[in-house]
């Protein structure tokens, strides 16, 4: 861990001053940035904290590989076919390992519209049967949303469904290694599944955990279960975290970041609530606090106002 912890000081030391205009960090790709190795045999390309573009390709988010003796497991299928291609570009300068398994972590585009990519390469994809259902019901319009930002780069993608579902988990024995498809329950979105690695106490959480952007609360997102299956996903322990977007981090800064994030807002929410106060109030909401974190602007009083929706009814 110690190859980690030099790694993530310098990582976290550039937290306070992330931008959403930073330009692409690897213009000879498609891929938003290189993979850089987390731990000896993982590795994330970590995706632009910020909303997806023609210039990010719709990599904003992170796109990881585990490298054992006997193949190569993809975390993400990424958002269109191009980006899939140029991550396994990547794996393939780095190991002479074949992929065997791609894993998703949800069913959103910037997961899973790289999905049939892989299945030409023979490469089976795995998803919760909740994300499959996501994928299957609203691909489409995901599909014409990237192909609006991505032009020339959306070329070859097509709507494919996953090879293989599962409910609670799925453990992959590879190469000696125990790489362990988790879902823990309801949290950001359908479907949000964590990739655990319990020899080497690393977790690629998905969008369980954020911390260099602010988290988006969807219309769909259960707020109230989301914490509870938090508690779930620290019960895990682990010493390293590869976010769903943002650098490898520890714990408490995922924490800090989404399960505190999660019941301020829901406490000031409940407190308009209590008061017999509005909407307009809740997207008022002072989040100041959280204003240094990419995508604040975008989202902050959105958040406020689901939130606000969605707990009138609790």
Known sequence: MKHFAALLALLVAGIA?????????????????????????VWSAIGATAPPTYENSGHNNNLSFIITPDGVVVVNAGACYLLAKALHQEIRRI??????????????????LGSNYWQEQGVPVIAHVDAAAEIEEGAYALLTSMKGYNRDKAEGTEVVLPDITFEEEYVIELGGMRIEALYLGPGHSPGDIQVWLPGQKLVISGDMAFHQRLLPIFSNTD????????????????EVVVPGHGVPTDIDEV????????V?????VQKLLDDGGTLDQAYKIDQSAYSNL???????????????EAMEFE
């Open 17 to 41: 001053l992330a931008d959403q205009s930073i330009p692409d960090k690897y213009p000879d790709s498609v891929l938003y940035d290189a993979p850089r190795e987390v731990i000896p045999g």
């Open 294 to 308: 990419d995508t604040f602007d975008e989202l902050a009083a959105r958040n406020a106002g689901v939130v606000f």
């Open 223 to 238: 707020t109230k279960a989301w914490l509870e299956t938090y508690e779930r996903f620290l019960a895990l322990e682990p």
């Open 95 to 112: 190991t002479d390992q074949p992929v065997k398994y791609v894993i998703l972590e949800n069913g959103q585009g910037h997961a899973a």
């Open 255 to 262: 924490t800090k970041y989404t399960r505190d994030y999660l």
């Open 264 to 268: 301020f807002l829901r406490g000031e």
